[in-house]
């Protein structure tokens, strides 16, 4: 299990997360998939942070990141539970 405070591994490569009073920081990626003629066929929003922080969104809950405001579509604990994986819609 994680003993560090898990703020030190978001804090050079994340950014500002908010859901409601709750801010925190997470780093924020964006796959997509690329077919044919280098169009983009899909993009999947995720945003990996502290679980003691966003872990008990559901679906459906309202969260900005990096001032782009989101849906929750989503939520997997990674690993030890310590930090979590939000799927993303963007609004």
């Known amino acids: 299990m994680l003993t560090d405070d898990p703020s030190i591994y978001l804090a050079d490569f ?17 796959p997509s998939e690329i ?12 945003v990996t942070c502290e679980a003691s922080k966003f872990g008990a969104l559901l679906y459906g809950s309202q969260i900005t990141v990096n001032g782009a405001a989101y849906l929750v579509r ?4 990674l690993n ?5 994986q939000l799927s993303l819609q963007k609004v």
């Open 14 to 30: 994340g950014v500002t997360v908010t859901a409601g009073a709750t801010s925190g920081r997470g780093i924020l990626d964006m």
């Open 35 to 46: 077919l044919l003629d280098n169009q983009i066929i899909s993009t999947e929003y995720t």
């Open 74 to 77: 989503a939520a997997v604990l």
């Open 80 to 84: 030890d539970g310590v930090f979590v």
